[in-house]
C-alpha cells in the first residue's frame, strides 16, 4: 500500500466544534460520488462496455452492479452477468479505462464543497482517502483535486478484500491512522459505503447531491445536500 504524508504546510483551519460526546481524530473521505462526480460516469462507462454484448441492459441494471461498489465487486459481476466477457480483471480494466477516462476529460468532475472541506479538515485531524477505486485512479484523481499534501494516507480497491458494505476497508484505514474506529467521521455517498461505515462502528455523515443517483442514506447519522456548510 502507497501511504502519502504530508511534505508542506497544510492551509490554515476553520474552526470546527466537537460532536456532543464524540472524541474525533480522523476524517475519512470516499473519493467517487463525495469528492469527484465520477460514479456517473462509472456508470455510463461500465454501460457503453458492456452493452456491446447485452443492448438490452438497462440503466437501472447496470447502476446496480458499478454505483458505491468496488472495482473488484464490479469486475465479479460483469463475468457473472457476462460470462463472454469474463476476462482477467486487468485486462478488463484496459478496456474500460480509455472509455472513462475519454469522458472524465470532457466534464469536470470536482465537487469543489467537499474538496474545500477536506483541506479544512486536514489541517487539524489526520484525512484519508477509502475509495473502491483502483490506485491509479486514486492518485489521478488525488493530482485532480490537488490535495496530496492534505493526505495522511489513500486505500484503494488492491488494498482490502471484500468492496463496501463490508467494513474491512474504513477498519483498515483506522488501523493504518492509529486511531480506534469509533473516533472516525466518514464521508459517504452510497447506500453501501454508508453501510459499511456503520458497520465499522463509525460517525457517518451522507452527501445525497441533487441529480445523483437516489441512494438509501437512513443509516447515516446526518445526511446534506452538500459539504459546503457542514461543521461537526
Not at 20 to 25: Q, R
Not at 122 to 133: D, F, K, L, Q, R
Request: proline share 8%; net charge negative; hydrophobic share 40%.
Amino acid at each position: 500500500m502507497r501511504i502519502r504524508l504530508a511534505t508542506s504546510p497544510l492551509p490554515r483551519a476553520r474552526s470546527f466544534p466537537t460532536l456532543p460526546g464524540m472524541k474525533v481524530s480522523a476524517y475519512i473521505f470516499d473519493l467517487d460520488g463525495t469528492l469527484l462526480d465520477t460514479e456517473k460516469l462509472w456508470v455510463e462507462s461500465t454501460a457503453l462496455y458492456m452493452r456491446e454484448h447485452a443492448p438490452e441492459l438497462t440503466d437501472d441494471e447496470v447502476q446496480e452492479i458499478v454505483y458505491g461498489r468496488s472495482w473488484s465487486d464490479v469486475y465479479r459481476s460483469i463475468c457473472e452477468r457476462l460470462p463472454e466477457l469474463a476476462l482477467s480483471i486487468d485486462e478488463m480494466a484496459a478496456l474500460l479505462n480509455p472509455i472513462f477516462a475519454r469522458l472524465r476529460e470532457e466534464r469536470d468532475v470536482r465537487i469543489e464543497p467537499s474538496i474545500a472541506l477536506l483541506r479544512d479538515l486536514a489541517a487539524t485531524h489526520p484525512v484519508c482517502i477509502v475509495s473502491g477505486s483502483p490506485r491509479a485512479e486514486i492518485e489521478y484523481a488525488i493530482d485532480l483535486m490537488d490535495i496530496r499534501d492534505c493526505l495522511r494516507l489513500f486505500l484503494g480497491a488492491e488494498d482490502y478484500g471484500p468492496g463496501k458494505p463490508d467494513p474491512s476497508c474504513f477498519l483498515l484505514a483506522a488501523e493504518k491512522l492509529g486511531v480506534p474506529p469509533n473516533e472516525c467521521i466518514v464521508f459517504e455517498d452510497s447506500t453501501a459505503g454508508i453501510r459499511a461505515a456503520k458497520a465499522a462502528g463509525m460517525y457517518c455523515i451522507a452527501l445525497a447531491r441533487d441529480g445523483a443517483p437516489a441512494q438509501d442514506t437512513s443509516a447515516a447519522d446526518e445526511t446534506h445536500p452538500s459539504l459546503e456548510h457542514f461543521s461537526p
